[in-house]
T-cell receptor, first 112, second 114 residues
């Protein structure tokens, strides 16, 4: 079983829809949670960063962390065709030198 | 503009050949990383470096080598011992290592076998 599970999609939605992207994880030591957006043939770019449980909002994006369920979500409101990309979740532990652990990514297509 | 530059964008390797992928950053970050990305498998850590002249193996280091002679540079060599090198290679950096540090990525090098 992978430490971080993410549905690969593709997820296809109409423009203006609310999108929900999710990751589950098994390592209870994860305390830091990130979402990256990756356009085709480009490197991932950081979208959201949260610590421990709770919500964080930035414009049309909201990140939620539920540590009791080991479940994180990214919501995109009023989705746009420019949001079409692969979304990767990433997680990190509080201590040590361990680098981030990434999900495999969900491909999102927003249809105009 | 601060960022990470990877070159070349595309690289082709012949059988038995070693190839080197370049990664340069001007973010003044101490930590640098190399990942391999295959379809459906996410990012897998090859090597990382916390500081100049020091580096550690990641999850899939076999068939790869790195050096860190300068803070801003972390080249990756894909050796002939790596039997399945076709993949998208991503370099990243962060102020230091640790799970609390978000990483910043370059735009990758796509390596293919001739």
């Amino acid at each position: 079983q992978k430490e971080v599970e993410q549905d690969p999609g593709p997820l296809s939605v109409p423009e203006g829809a609310i999108v929900s992207l999710n990751c589950t994880y098994s390592n209870s030591a994860f305390q830091y949670f990130m979402w990256y957006r990756q356009y085709s043939r480009k490197g991932p770019e950081l979208l959201m960063y949260t610590y421990s449980s709770g919500n964080k909002e930035d414009g049309r994006f909201t990140a939620q962390v539920d540590k009791s369920s080991k479940y994180i979500s990214l919501f995109i409101r009023d989705s746009q065709p420019s949001d079409s990309a692969t979304y990767l979740c990433a997680m990190g532990e509080d201590t040590g030198r361990r680098a981030l652990t990434f999900g495999s990514g969900t491909r999102l297509q927003v249809q105009p | 503009d601060g960022g990470i530059t990877q070159s070349p964008k595309y690289l082709f390797r012949k059988e038995g050949q070693n190839v080197t992928l370049s990664c340069e950053q001007n973010l003044n970050h101490d930590a640098m990383y190399w990942y391999r990305q295959d379809p459906g498998q996410g990012l897998r850590l090859i090597y990382y470096s916390q500081i100049v002249n020091d580096f550690q193996k990641g999850d899939i280091a076999e068939g790869y080598s790195v050096s860190r002679e300068k803070k801003e540079s972390f080249p990756l060599t894909v050796t002939s011992a790596q039997k399945n090198p076709t993949a998208f290679y991503l370099c990243a950096s962060s102020p230091s290592t640790g799970g609390y540090q978000p990483q910043h990525f370059g735009d990758g090098t796509r390596l293919s076998i001739l």
